[in-house]
């Protein structure tokens, strides 16, 4: 079976936390231990009706409040797919909560509550959905039942909502659906209270939706992650390269080239799980043995020469700012990249985004928490990397204060 990762997107009581409770509750993901530690606190609570959010929304600050703060990480499988919620939070002031939850995610569900309709809140995390390449959206309209389940307000909101995402370019898959979380209608099953909306149910889309296209296939990555040198009789000349594929295939006998060295030679043979494999593609993680003796460490890349990635110090980025320490032009870092590390330095601070309007501010001097702009930075030693449209795991980094070792922003390569 694949795996789907998926994160929520919307503003606060739109419902995010209770669609995946009802996501999880209809498709009898739940123990049994669980839904009854759920019944007694919305019971406790004076909940009229069970209280979904509570199965992730497990802070006391959530739970007293309401909302949520934090990332929630739930596992669940279906028959045909494994997938992995992010359940990210919708205040403004946890923008960078919800780009750390959605930084992996195949597909995002941008939560529209439907007396409200589209909202700054709705544009702001379209826009992050779309600045971390997420190509496949769910638009769920929540609380159809407060609205009489209508027809003309949902698509007046998807109107508008498909009005503002071609403003977008990364989004190429938009699914707009009908639903109430708190009542289940097509959520897990089709709902007959809106007989008009003639689509799949949230669940049986995700089950189906093919991500497999969004991987780079075609030029080849592969960062060394570490080197395997087993000290044994039996692996006595042993010496294997192991890491995650970043893109394109590899298979033994093709022609490599190690990066930053330039050295060329040919791959032996390729391992996953002590088995030996025809072929290894992203996002596989594999042990490699090459047919020359080279030196090769963490930090290190193979690649292939008809698409060999930018080689470079001087990377123009977009960057979301983590920190409560604003950052400055000339201000110093360590950036990772890949399974690289370098020092570099904020050359230049371009423009900042006000993402409600997609409008650029050319007049700023200074980053706060949680906001979103293109830099301009200068490495100690090159990197090898993609644009972050091309390959979001060679065209991303972090970038880490040296003094505290906080991470202080997620970029994405231009």
Partial sequence: MDLLRFTTAGSVDDGKSTLIGRLLYDSKSIFEDQLEAIKESSRKKGDENMNLALLTDGLKAEREQG????????????PKRKFIIADTPGHIQYTRNMVTGASTANLAIVLIDARKGVIEQTK?????????????????????DLVDYSQDVYDKIIADYKSFASRLDNIVDIRPIPISALNGDNIVNRSENMPWYEGASLLYHLENVYVG??????????????????????????????????????????????MPSGFSTTIDKIYQDKKELAEAFAPQSVVMTLNDEIDISRGDMLVKDNN???????IEAMICWFSTVNLNPRSKFVIRHTTREAKAIVSELRYKMD????????????????EIGRVKLHTASPL?????????????????DPGTNETVAAGMIL
Wanted: hydrophobic share 40%; net charge positive; glycine share 6%.
């Fill in 355 to 370: 993402i409600n309007t997609l409008r650029k501010n050319e007049d700023v001097s200074s980053l706060t928490l949680n």
């Fill in 124 to 144: 702001r995390h379209s826009f992050i959905a779309n600045l971390l390449r997420i190509q496949h959206v769910v638009v769920a309209v929540n609380k159809m």
């Fill in 384 to 400: 090898f990397y993609d644009s972050y449209n091309k390959n979001r795991h060679t065209g991303s980094f972090i970038l880490i």
């Fill in 213 to 258: 296209g969004d991987e780079n296939h075609v030029q080849a990555r592969f960062p060394v992650q570490w080197v395997i040198r087993p000290q044994s009789d039996k692996f006595h000349d042993f010496r294997g390269f192991a890491g995650r594929v970043s893109g394109g295939v590899f298979k033994p006998g093709d022609a490599v080239r190690i």
């Fill in 308 to 314: 060999a990635p930018h080689l470079g110090q001087d």
């Fill in 67 to 78: 909302i949520t703060i934090d990332v929630a990480y739930r596992y669940f499988a279906t």
